[in-house]
């Protein structure tokens, strides 16, 4: 099967594996320690949001200030229970749909990227056993702007050695997919339409991924 794009480039959490649901659960219980307000609504604006850039946002729901070093501190705690949450995860955690869309570019003679802010990304490929499938994984420690600022999936292109518009970026978040298509990429979205407004196309789940159909 031939292809127009040269690279895909994949986000992880909620698009490869489930982990969007710990990020959640973490977050939702660090908020309601400090008896602040949260719900999957306002989960929505974190999604693909890196840890700090987060929890700022969630700060920003009281009134209470905090300093770096207390920041810091709650930032930790929240990745501690993350990290918790995922240690039990096993190859069974790869979302429907992700191998046979993995060999579908493969097969199409594609790259294959990641681009996730997530500085537990190489851990959760790992739990997975899935890293050997991607040609080239953003290191996130080396991004200074987290989604939806385009850096990271432009990261991804030059690390793959193929130009932006030559991809195809796959994204579960509103940041994610403002990041693809300020990249300057086709963007497929995971998840609703009515969230996901800016992705040229939205599917629900990978389970309906059809690279010959972008
Ligand atoms: C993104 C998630 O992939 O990674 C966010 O969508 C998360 O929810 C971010 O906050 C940073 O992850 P981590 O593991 O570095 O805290
Ligand atoms: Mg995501």
């Known amino acids: 099967m031939m292809s127009h794009y040269k690279a895909v480039i994949f986000d992880l959490d909620g698009v490869i594996t489930d982990t969007a649901h710990y990020h959640y659960l973490a977050w939702k219980r660090l908020a309601e320690s400090l008896d602040l307000p949260f719900d ?10 890196d840890r700090m850039g987060s929890l700022e946002l969630i700060l920003a729901q009281g009134s209470r200030s905090f300093t770096q070093e207390e920041k810091r501190a709650l930032a930790d705690a929240k990745n501690r229970h993350y990290v ?20 579908e570019v ?11 802010v997530s500085k537990n990304a190489f ?13 080239e994984v953003v290191d996130a420690a080396l991004i ?10 432009l990261t991804a292109a030059r690390q793959l050695g193929v130009a932006a518009a030559d991809c195809l970026g796959v994204e579960d ?3 994610g997919v403002a990041s693809i298509k300020d990249a300057g990429m086709v963007a497929v979205g995971v998840g609703s339409p009515q969230v996901l407004t800016r992705a040229d196309v939205v599917i629900p789940s990978m389970e309906h991924f059809r690279l010959a159909d972008y």
Do not use: C, Y
């Open 173 to 175: 978040a509103v940041a």
């Open 84 to 103: 918790e949450l995922i240690a039990t995860m096993t190859p069974g955690d790869v979302l429907p749909g992700v191998l046979r869309a993995l060999d």
């Open 106 to 116: 493969r097969g199409a003679g594609l790259k294959i990227g990641l681009a996730s």
């Open 123 to 135: 851990t959760v490929l790992d739990k997975l056993g899935i890293r050997n499938r991607f040609d």
């Open 144 to 153: 200074a702007n987290s989604k939806p600022h385009p850096e990271i999936f």
């Open 40 to 49: 999957e609504a306002f989960n929505e604006q974190l999604k693909g949001v």
